[in-house]
C-alpha cells in the first residue's frame, strides 16, 4: 500500500522561507505526478504545484510562482516543496499528492502539515 508522509510545516513569520518533504513507501511502480496542495478552513482544497516523476520542471498555482519550488529526489522517493517570502495568506494545511500511472486523478493523499505565517 502506497503511503505519503509530510513533514517540515510550523509557525513561521511573513518573509520567512520553510522546507515540506513528502516521502512516499510502498510503492512498487512509479507514479506519474507528484503535486503539493493545500486547504484552508472552510475552504476547498487547492492546487499549490507538481511534478512529472520521470522528468521536467515543475508548474504552480499563480499565487506560488516565483516563491515556491517543487522538487524531487527520486532515489528517496520524496519530494521537496521549498516555500519562500511567506506570505499570511499562504496559512493552511499542506497535502502531498500522488497519481499513479494510468490514472487521471490524484489518488494517494499524505495526512497534511499545517503551515502558519504570521504577520
Known amino acids: 500500500q502506497v503511503q505519503l508522509v509530510e513533514s517540515g510545516g510550523g509557525l513561521v513569520q511573513a518573509g520567512d522561507s520553510l522546507r515540506l518533504s513528502c516521502a512516499a513507501s510502498?510503492?512498487?511502480?512509479?507514479?506519474?505526478?507528484f503535486a503539493w496542495f493545500r486547504q484552508i478552513p472552510g475552504q476547498e482544497r487547492e492546487f499549490v504545484a507538481a511534478i512529472r516523476w520521470g522528468g521536467g520542471s515543475g508548474y504552480y498555482a499563480d499565487p506560488v510562482k516565483g516563491r515556491f519550488t517543487i522538487t524531487r529526489e527520486n532515489a528517496k522517493n520524496t519530494v521537496y516543496l521549498r516555500m519562500n517570502s511567506l506570505k499570511p495568506e499562504d496559512t493552511a494545511v499542506y497535502y502531498c499528492?500522488?497519481?499513479?500511472?494510468?490514472?487521471?486523478?490524484?489518488?494517494?493523499w499524505g495526512q497534511g502539515t499545517q503551515i502558519t505565517v504570521s504577520s
Open positions: 510502498g510503492l512498487s511502480i512509479m507514479p506519474a505526478v
Open positions: 499528492a500522488l497519481q499513479q500511472l494510468g490514472r487521471s486523478d490524484y489518488n494517494v
